[in-house]
């Protein structure tokens, strides 16, 4: 009997947490379960994460950024490209947002450059959806 969990399950899951689980989740993570999430759930997740889910999300780790630094260092490189294939052209622009990433002054563009090695940006950078054009916020 297997109990592990599916893709599937993380959907449906994710459709069920309120703002404040979310943010629950997000202060506690650590680095070391990052490395342990399979990517197949990471794209799930964000295949099936509502915008505001994701704000919330992006804006607790923003709150937190000495665990930052260690959690981008510990995406594997499968993770990555899981993550940043999926990714829509609004998520992109939330996290773009949320961390400052235009402004390399920004204390938290500079976390995650320091945490990502050339080979990870270069997976970041194969793997992006192409034909990315910028939407407009509504």
Known sequence: MSTAVQPADIK???????????QDAAAKITPQQIEKVPSEHIKAAIESMQDEQLTVILQTLKKNQGQLGPMV?????EQLQSAVGCVRPAQKEIAIKEFDLNNQNSPLASIVNQNISEKKREVIKTNAPKGDTKEEAK
């Open 12 to 22: 449906e899951e994710l459709k069920k947490l309120t703002k404040q689980d979310l």
């Open 73 to 77: 260092a510990q995406l594997t490189e």
